[in-house]
């Protein structure tokens, strides 16, 4: 039976601030969904309420039928993994010293590495293609190469669905690709996935579903990329004209 990441008529916002009300989604192992809209939408807020790192102000996330709410950190982790959108490299830590950061929680940060560990890490820097990286520090890398380090270190955290806020943020075409090309490897391989997207033309290609959300922080639509980014939809989203939208967004 697959696992599934169920937000059941959640609001989301920060002390008595909602942006969000009344959500209703439900994301299985094995599907990507794209959280797409403007800037200043909903989009990360929504993703930190369904990874567990803000309560929600009304309703309750489920994660296997179990309230994130009420989980301990370190049963949270085995759950759920998030990719922040902001990502700094202060320390010359190497690659597969970052990824190994994923296995912290079942340890602490003083404990010893175990064979699973090692292997997790492994497999890790394998599907994220940065084997041949693993002993150089993350200081010296691209910013391609960086985000498919934190990506890596979600994998080995070994949670059974991703939440990254902008994964393609700040890279160029090619890397974009690459790093969208390795989540849908991974959600093929049975993790689930939400994604904060602004990049609509790989949102096309590589969601089951897109959730779509207005400037006015509400939900337009949820469904199949073919069916929510209509030039009706768009032009709600995104206060455009609509001869202007596909130029401009897709």
């Known amino acids: 039976?697959?696992?599934?990441?169920?937000?059941?008529?959640?609001?989301?916002?920060?002390?008595?601030?909602?942006?969000?009300?009344?959500?209703?989604?439900?994301?299985?192992?094995?599907?990507?969904?794209?959280?797409?809209?403007?800037?200043?939408?909903?989009?990360?807020?929504?993703?930190?309420?369904?990874?567990?790192?803000?309560?929600?102000?009304?309703?309750?996330?489920?994660?296997?039928?179990?309230?994130?709410?009420?989980?301990?950190?370190?049963?949270?982790?085995?759950?759920?993994?998030?990719?922040f959108q902001v990502r700094e490299s202060p320390w010359p830590f190497t690659v597969r010293e970052t990824v190994a950061q994923g296995c912290f929680f079942r340890r602490g940060w003083l404990g010893a590495e175990t064979n699973a560990d090692r292997e997790a890490v492994a497999a890790a820097l394998e599907k994220a293609e940065l084997s041949a990286l693993a002993d150089r520090p993350i200081t010296e890398l691209s910013g391609g190469e960086l985000q498919r380090v934190y990506i890596a270190r979600c994998v080995a955290q070994g949670a059974a669905f991703l939440l990254l806020d902008e994964p393609e943020n700040n890279l160029d075409p090619k890397y974009s690709h690459m790093v969208l090309t390795l989540l849908s490897g991974l959600v093929k391989e049975g993790r689930g996935a939400i994604a904060g997207l602004h990049d609509l033309r790989l949102a096309t290609r590589f969601a089951h579903r897109i959730v779509l959300l207005s400037p006015d922080r509400t939900i337009i639509a949820i469904g199949k990329p073919s069916d929510v980014l209509t030039g009706e939809n768009l032009s709600r989203a995104y206060d455009l004209e609509p001869k202007l939208v596909r130029e401009l967004v897709l």
Request: charged share 20%.
């Open 1 to 83: 039976m697959k696992a599934s990441l169920e937000l059941r008529s959640v609001s989301v916002g920060y002390g008595s601030t909602r942006v969000l009300c009344g959500v209703d989604l439900t994301v299985e192992e094995g599907e990507l969904v794209i959280l797409a809209g403007p800037n200043g939408s909903g989009k990360t807020t929504l993703l930190k309420t369904a990874g567990g790192l803000l309560a929600p102000l009304e309703g309750e996330v489920l994660v296997s039928g179990k309230d994130v709410s009420h989980l301990k950190l370190k049963e949270r982790a085995a759950l759920t993994a998030f990719l």
